[in-house]
């Protein structure tokens, strides 16, 4: 359903009818841009749509819907703004020039859902969008720092759910690109391992003023299926990645931090030449490259439903011992331990359950979760799975006692503290990704989107906070 901006009766020197209208002239656009005192700067990107049509067409390729949440990057004068003002639950606009943000917060103070930010999109911090039903992204892109824009917003785990941009025509094809081609690259890989691109149109310079001096084109990024690929460690993907395509013409062999790893043996598992080169590999066979050099020692160990567990009574008394699967089936009374770590800024990190996880998968979760071994202690514990989930070894320091409940899965939970600043190793088998979060944005993110989260986590958050 189109709905009509909503005014209020906020007087402003600009007129929003017009603004609405739209600036489609070399003509139109001097004139505003002289009104509000505006020299297009090349250093900036600051080429102005004048092309409606291609407008409408860029927006059309978002497919918004009325209960999105949209952020629009350098929306300039509007030429996307006007296509998607009264048709979204929430419109953000991320605008770098003071300017042209004063001009925007003016002509639209009147209109209701309307969000005029002063920030670059480069450092734009995007965890509060967690916290929105769903989120996709916009922009005619800056040639000067549009990969870094994308990187910002789109690097996994990332709150977006699609988005559409204007890019400069030779980084689409980056984006774009397949092996074997010389555009074929770092950003193809570790873009396209995580995201699907599909190249929309190509515009050529008559669509601007200024008329830039190259050609644009639009592609649209939505998420890979979970099944798309198997599950991998991001870090381990980039490092390989960089140092693959650093000399891109030069053998693999001698490019890559091999360490103990037999090449031979690597090539005839992965069906490899030996003689490859970093523009060769598709992007499954870069991502088996980093799943077979990962060195964590538990990245092919997601649980396993023979484990044991102590089984307990309603007093915390070891009763019996039984297999995962049955204690979990059975909502038999067993033991756990999450454990809070956080920076020196009090940021607390959540990580992003693997997909592989039996319980909760996908889903937001503590720090560090897990079950006690057969007969271990609630602290001991803590420390070792510190050590399996994130690589570190800290002392931890105890919070709270949480009894067992539908929540819990039915676990006695004791909840720890520690601090670390990170990175991280983790088990691609257990854990797909994560991030420090301030604890007003987590608790919003909470009682917006609980279903984000495990449920365990939850009741350990209730804990904290409370």
């Known amino acids: 359903m189109i709905m009509e901006p909503s005014l209020t009766k906020t007087q402003s020197n600009y007129d929003l009818q017009e603004f609405l209208s739209g600036f489609n002239s070399d003509s139109k656009v001097k004139t505003i841009l002289n009104k509000i005192g505006v020299r297009p700067s090349r250093a900036l990107g600051q080429n102005f749509l004048?092309?409606?049509?291609?407008?409408?067409?860029?927006?059309?390729?978002?497919?918004?819907?009325?209960?999105?949440?949209?952020?629009?990057?350098?929306?300039?004068?509007?030429?996307?703004?006007?296509?998607?003002?009264?048709?979204?639950?929430?419109?953000?606009?991320?605008?770098?020039?003071?300017?042209?943000?004063?001009?925007?917060?003016?002509?639209?103070?009147?209109?209701?859902?309307?969000?005029?930010?002063?920030?670059?999109?480069?450092?734009?911090?995007?965890?509060?969008?967690?916290?929105?039903?769903?989120?996709?992204?916009?922009?005619?892109?800056?040639?000067?720092?549009?990969?870094?824009?994308?990187r910002n917003f789109l690097t996994f785990p990332s709150?977006?759910?699609?988005?559409?941009?204007?890019?400069?025509?030779?980084?689409v094809n980056r984006f774009c690109a397949v092996p074997r081609t010389k555009s074929y690259g770092v950003l193809t890989v570790m873009t396209c391992a995580f995201w699907n691109v599909e190249r929309l149109q190509d515009l050529t310079f008559q669509s601007f003023t200024p008329k830039p001096a190259v050609d644009s084109a639009v592609i649209r990024l939505f998420p890979c299926d979970s099944d798309k690929y198997p599950p991998f460690n991001q870090r381990v993907l980039k490092r390989i990645d960089k140092c693959g395509f650093h000399e891109r013409r030069k053998q693999l062999?001698?490019?890559l931090p091999l360490g103990d790893t037999n090449w031979g043996e690597l090539c005839k598992e992965m069906n490899l030449q030996?003689?490859?080169?970093?523009?060769?590999?598709?992007?499954?066979?870069?991502?088996?490259?980093?799943?077979?050099?990962?060195?964590?020692?538990?990245?092919?160990?997601?649980?396993?439903?023979?484990?044991?567990?102590?089984?307990?009574?309603?007093?915390?008394?070891?009763?019996?011992?039984m297999e995962r699967s049955r204690v979990h089936s059975e909502g038999l009374l067993h033991r756990a331990v999450h454990v809070f770590v956080f920076n020196k800024s009090g940021d607390l990190y959540l990580q992003k359950r693997s997909v592989l996880k039996d319980s909760s998968p996908g889903l937001w979760d503590s720090s560090v979760s897990g079950h006690l071994d057969?007969?271990?202690?609630?602290?001991?514990?803590?420390?070792?799975?510190?050590?399996?989930?994130?690589?570190?070894?800290?002392?931890?320091?105890?919070?709270?006692?949480?009894?067992?409940?539908?929540?819990?899965?039915?676990?006695?939970?004791?909840?720890?503290?520690?601090?670390?600043?990170?990175?991280?190793?983790?088990?691609?088998?257990?854990?797909?990704?994560?991030?420090?979060?301030?604890?007003?944005?987590?608790?919003?993110?909470?009682?917006?989107?609980p279903e984000d989260f495990a449920s365990g986590f939850v009741e350990c958050w209730n804990s904290y906070v409370n």
């Open 50 to 150: 004048i092309d409606a049509s291609v407008s409408k067409s860029i927006v059309e390729g978002l497919n918004i819907e009325s209960n999105d949440t949209i952020v629009e990057i350098g929306p300039g004068l509007g030429a996307l703004t006007r296509h998607l003002i009264g048709k979204v639950k929430k419109l953000v606009l991320v605008e770098y020039d003071r300017r042209i943000y004063e001009y925007l917060r003016e002509v639209l103070s009147g209109v209701d859902g309307v969000d005029v930010c002063h920030q670059d999109a480069v450092s734009f911090d995007v965890r509060p969008l967690y916290a929105e039903d769903t989120v996709k992204i916009i922009g005619n892109l800056p040639y000067s720092c549009g990969t870094e824009i994308i």
């Open 159 to 171: 709150p977006v759910d699609s988005a559409v941009f204007m890019l400069q025509k030779e980084v």
């Open 253 to 255: 062999k001698k490019r």
């Open 274 to 321: 030996e003689t490859a080169r970093a523009e060769e590999l598709s992007i499954n066979e870069w991502i088996n490259m980093a799943r077979f050099l990962d060195d964590n020692p538990l990245k092919d160990n997601p649980q396993k439903s023979s484990e044991m567990f102590d089984v307990v009574d309603e007093n915390d008394k070891v009763v019996d011992q």
């Open 374 to 449: 057969l007969s271990e202690e609630y602290h001991c514990a803590a420390i070792r799975e510190l050590t399996e989930e994130l690589g570190v070894s800290l002392g931890v320091d105890f919070i709270c006692s949480i009894k067992p409940s539908e929540n819990t899965g039915w676990e006695f939970v004791r909840l720890y503290k520690c601090e670390h600043n990170g990175p991280f190793n983790l088990p691609y088998s257990e854990i797909e990704g994560g991030g420090f979060f301030p604890i007003d944005m987590i608790g919003n993110w909470v009682q917006e989107r």
